[in-house]
């Protein structure tokens, strides 16, 4: 049945290119070579499937066209249905797995270091840190996250390691409690209305920002709907689409300073974990707009030390690229429990620097791990060394508006990507690099997340079979398949020798993009690797971590590596990130 479903939804896609694209720039239908694409797919051994080949609108772009994908992610979130809201994410990724745009290679989890006697430390699936409760700490924490962060506004970020600072400098009407749940914070609770869209938030009384100033339910109204405003630009914004709309602003309004009221589109079963997401945390408006009179730049409240925040900390000096001190903050609501007096960051993406400094002593934790000590550590059975489970995946990604691509119909764009994909050794990437017991990915959406009806998203039942490579075709990551990949780059017009290698009339070469840190230029040159086992010319661009950020995001690459820990624990978390519009849609999707 999902078989089927998925098939006629990319059908539809190829109806919909018929009736004209104008000149979006968007290409038609697309497919990978598995079942669940159009007809005119290559099947799971390679061969060419009946059916006409789609080329693309007028325009001759091989980017597939998104709007399908678009109205399916709207109609996912509007959904009331459970049952049909599964079978839509089901589909949904199929068409964005179909793209062959997005190459997952592993499934995370994540190691770190700590210094024995600590204890406390908060973590979660999604990658939070929460310092303020620890244990064994003589008042100061010396610590290592990561390099500069790029944004520190909550309402910006959209980094894991942005998302550690404000969990402990900002603080939502929700936060994660010790065993990883939502639980309240600056609320006391709520009301739900019997149909479930109407939330109404009781907010503690004489809350205060790190000013002394207070705060208020009004405060929160005014950063929600900062944020969904398009004119902030937050990567983010998307996640205010669950709101209902009055005019053009979020159903959001503060009824005195207590009470907080927002209507909803659809009940949302994981809005307590939006509650305690980092965009969702309130700013102080005064200082925001004290800061960017012009509108022009939303961020420049908190791009240096000393704005005002709510939450543990607050931000003292800022030594840029170089140390950051977060001091307690007398005014968060739970100061009286909040056991850490300062928390003073190394900022580094030097692994091996980094790992010297804790071995000195000079850090008490960190959350990189060369990968050359891993084995090391692991063979000890070092009690400092932690390894937490995860929701999220390590992948890479193509810019589908490459000129890698140009001249294609979207079905060779597709099998094109899908043919380097296949050359990636997934297993050797896990095991002698990760080496933490990484899980081998063929799928987006992560092993373990629920599915929102009561099980998990990745597990066969009565509606869904998962898609390995005997039901439905996605590529088996078991293994690279050399074979299949040279085919499929045949079909694309590439030569190859005797010898299985591309021939000097049709070379094929690319720039894989990265940040610099040891893991991840590792995992870069193992790809590099494997694709030259062809004849694949793929240099290794390697860039500071905000440069990168805003590179990726700006579409400013070939092929690059990505990774994504679900914010909350829904696939549609997965899914909606790729939508045109959409902050976080770096393989530039409908654009």
């Not at 990949?485 to 990265?514: K, N, R």
């Amino acid at each position: 049945m999902k078989k089927l479903t998925a098939m006629m939804l990319v059908g539809c896609m190829s109806a919909g290119l018929l009736a004209g694209c104008g000149g979006s720039g968007n290409g038609g239908s697309q497919a990978d070579s598995s079942d669940n694409a159009a007809d005119n797919s290559v099947a799971a051994d390679g061969t060419e499937a009946a059916g006409d080949e789609s080329t693309g609108d007028a325009s001759g772009s091989s980017a597939p066209n998104w709007k399908p994908y678009d109205e399916l992610i709207a109609k996912i979130k509007a959904s009331t249905d459970t049952v049909e809201r599964e079978s839509m994410m089901h589909q949904a990724e199929d068409m964005l797995m179909a793209t062959n745009a997005v190459v997952p290679i592993y499934y995370y989890n994540d190691p770190w270091m700590m210094k024995s006697g600590m204890d406390g430390m908060r973590t979660n699936l999604f990658g939070y840190k929460y310092f303020m409760y620890m244990t064994g700490v003589d008042g100061t924490l010396s610590l290592c996250l990561a390099s500069e962060p790029a944004k520190l506004d909550p309402a910006l970020n959209s980094s894991v390691d942005g998302a550690c600072l404000a969990a402990n400098s900002f603080v939502g009407l929700y936060t994660y409690g010790a065993d990883g749940s939502p639980e309240p914070a600056l609320a006391d609770g709520y009301d739900l209305s019997e149909d479930g869209l109407t939330y109404t938030f009781h907010l503690k009384s004489d809350l205060k920002w790190s000013d002394g100033s207070p705060l208020t339910a009004k405060d929160f109204e005014y950063s929600w709907k900062r944020a969904a405003n398009p004119d902030t630009a937050a990567d983010y914004g998307y996640l205010f689409d669950v709101f209902a709309k009055e005019g053009d602003e979020i159903a959001v309004s503060a009824t005195d300073d207590n009470t907080l009221t927002c209507t909803l589109i659809a009940p949302c079963a994981y809005f307590e974990d939006l509650a305690c997401f980092p965009v969702f945390m309130p700013v102080n408006q005064a200082a925001v707009e004290a800061a960017d009179a012009d509108g022009t730049n939303p961020g420049a409240w908190a791009s240096e030390a000393g704005f005002i925040s709510n939450g543990a900390y607050t931000l003292q000096t800022w030594n840029h690229d170089e140390s950051m001190v977060y001091v307690k903050n007398p005014n968060f609501y739970d100061a009286d429990n909040v056991t850490v007096d300062e928390l003073h960051y190394m900022l580094s993406a030097d692994d091996t620097a980094i790992y010297a400094a804790y071995q000195s002593g000079d850090l008490q934790f960190i959350d990189t791990i060369p990968n050359d000590e891993i084995a090391n550590l692991l063979a000890a059975n070092d009690p400092e060394f932690h390894v937490s489970p995860q929701l999220g995946t390590y992948y890479c990604a193509f810019n589908v508006n490459s000129s890698l691509f140009e001249g294609l119909t979207e079905q060779q764009a597709a099998d094109m990507r899908l043919a380097m994909s296949l050359l990636i050794d997934r297993p050797y990437i896990a095991e002698n690099i990760g080496q933490t017991g990484q899980e081998v990915a063929n799928t987006f959406v992560p092993a373990g997340m629920i599915d929102g009806n009561g099980g998990e998203f990745r597990a066969n039942d009565d509606a869904y079979t998962f898609p390995d490579e005997a039901n439905v075709g996605y590529f088996d990551a078991s293994a690279p398949n050399v074979e299949k990949a040279i085919s499929l780059l045949e079909s694309c017009g590439y030569v190859f020798d005797d010898a299985g290698m591309l021939s000097a009339e049709t070379p094929l070469a690319l720039t894989y993009l990265t940040n610099d840190s040891e893991g991840n230029v590792k995992i870069a040159e193992a790809i590099q690797q494997d694709f030259a086992a062809i004849g694949i010319e793929l240099t290794i661009e390697q860039q500071e971590w905000n440069v990168f950020l805003e590179e990726r995001k700006a579409g400013n690459f070939d092929f690059c590596r990505e990774g994504w820990l679900a914010d909350y624990n829904d696939p549609i978390n997965m899914l909606e990130m790729w939508t045109t519009d959409s902050g976080n849609n770096d393989c530039q999707f409908g654009r």
